[in-house]
């Protein structure tokens, strides 16, 4: 099982399979953190595949996600990426929605059919539960418990990296559209960064001892220790890549939400990537960085230097990404295989031990893929 058939990257139908056994199967998907609507009456719209979500912070305090699509006609109710409200109104009819999704009028309601009862068209809400401010939602009908679907490996590396309780300050957002299935951009590997980023090298920066484990549900952790880059003379201010944080035995973590979300502390960056499927050729991600609450200026001006200048489509250790995303989408138009070598030690199980840098943490991944589709292994492989 090191070995995924290039035909899955990139199939129009497929994706659509996928949509529906996936995205709105029996998942949880990450779309977004409390700390992006932290004011009564902020929203933030967001799409699970292509299902319109609207999450808005209510009166009561209370974060909530609803289908946005107004009760009335099915327009789409907001189509700002965010903002604040003091309720939602729909254009076309002008039916307005309170912040916490109740309909509160609805003109020349009079003539309505009989059996019109105001109190029934509120916005729909998604089924939605949060872990430290994170918000999951799932359409699907069995999804199980956050907890359980999560996996207990995931909780410890997940609530570190969520700055221990969660609390934290959106910073700002970088955008991209990379030109890959979801597949192709999730298959991301700890291989793959100091060899593809010339990042790494230039800089003079080794990564520590760590470790890389599977949870359940095709989920993933990482962490590592944070060895100081020595500075080379390459940075003008080395103070960019400094370490301000307390814990360097913890200084890089990774967190990966099957199936798209992505997750990272690293130095003194919270960066949560936000991920919408688009198409069989598309994947939206929205890099969110963030910061603690607590944090003094310094600390939060440093945070911002260092993400934007570090990670993300033009970051100094990433940038090399939405190339290699694309690359991987045409190259795997030919027949064959794809290959995972990297800490493959049985061709019939999932690796129990993983290095660090192995790419075997994928396969976890991909064998809850198969599960999820249906699909048969082919020669034990
Ligand atoms: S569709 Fe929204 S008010 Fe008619
Ligand atoms: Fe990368």
Same mark, same amino acid.
């Given at each position: ?9 990139? @199939? ?14 029996? #998942? ?12 009564? !009456? ?12 609207? +999450? ?13 699509? #107004? ?34 009028? #609805?003109?020349? $309601?009079?003539?309505?059919?009989? @059996? ?11 089924? $939605? ?47 991209? $559209? ?91 960056? +919270? ?43 033009? !970051?100094?250790?990433? =940038?090399? @990404?939405?190339? +290699?995303?694309?690359? +991987? ?28 840098? @192995? ?13 999820? =589709? ?8």
């Amino acid at each position: 099982m090191n070995q995924i058939p290039k035909e899955v990257f990139g @199939d129009k139908d497929l994706f659509e399979k996928e949509l529906e056994n996936i995205f709105y199967g029996d #998942c949880w998907h990450v779309v977004g953190h409390v700390a992006e609507v932290p004011n009564v !009456g902020d929203f933030k719209t967001f799409d699970l595949g292509r299902v319109p979500l609207l +999450i808005s912070r209510g009166k009561d305090g209370q974060v909530r996600v609803f289908y946005n699509s #107004c009760t009335h006609r099915g327009n789409q109710v907001e189509v700002s990426a965010s903002g604040n409200r003091k309720e939602f109104e729909c254009p076309y009819h002008r039916w307005l929605f309170s912040l916490e999704g109740a309909l509160t009028a #609805c003109p020349g $309601s009079k003539e309505f059919a009989p @059996d019109f009862k105001q109190e029934n068209f509120g916005l729909l809400e998604v089924k $939605s539960a949060q872990f430290l401010g994170l918000i999951l939602v799932t359409m699907g009908k069995n999804t199980p418990p956050l907890a359980e679907w999560m996996g207990e490996e995931v909780t410890s590396t997940l609530s570190a990296l969520l700055g221990g309780d969660g609390r934290l300050k959106l910073l700002g957002y970088q955008k991209v $559209s990379y030109n890959v299935d979801w597949k192709g951009y999730n298959d991301n590997d700890g291989y793959h960064a100091p060899m593809l980023h010339a990042g790494f090298r230039m800089l003079n920066w080794q990564g520590g001892k760590g470790f890389q484990r599977m949870a359940a549900n095709g989920n993933l952790v990482f962490e590592a220790e944070l060895k100081p880059a020595q500075d080379n003379g390459f940075l003008k201010d080395p103070s960019l890549i400094a370490f301000k944080g307390s814990d360097p035995a913890r200084g890089s973590m990774i967190v990966q939400l099957y199936p798209t979300t992505v997750m990272v502390k690293h130095l003194d960056m +919270i960066n949560l990537r936000f991920a919408i499927a688009r198409s069989e050729e598309e994947t939206e991600v929205h890099y969110a960085y963030f910061a603690h609450e607590d944090d003094d200026e310094e600390l939060l001006q440093h945070r911002i230097r260092q993400s934007s200048n570090l990670l993300g489509p033009c !970051g100094m250790i990433s =940038m090399e @990404d939405a190339a +290699i995303f694309r690359r +991987i989408f045409i190259g795997n138009k030919t027949p064959g295989v794809a290959e995972f070598q990297k800490g493959v030690t049985s061709f019939t199980e999932l690796p129990a031990d993983l290095k660090q840098n @192995d790419e075997t943490g994928n396969l976890g991944r991909w064998e809850h893929y198969r599960k999820l =589709m249906g699909f048969k292994r082919e020669g034990g492989k």
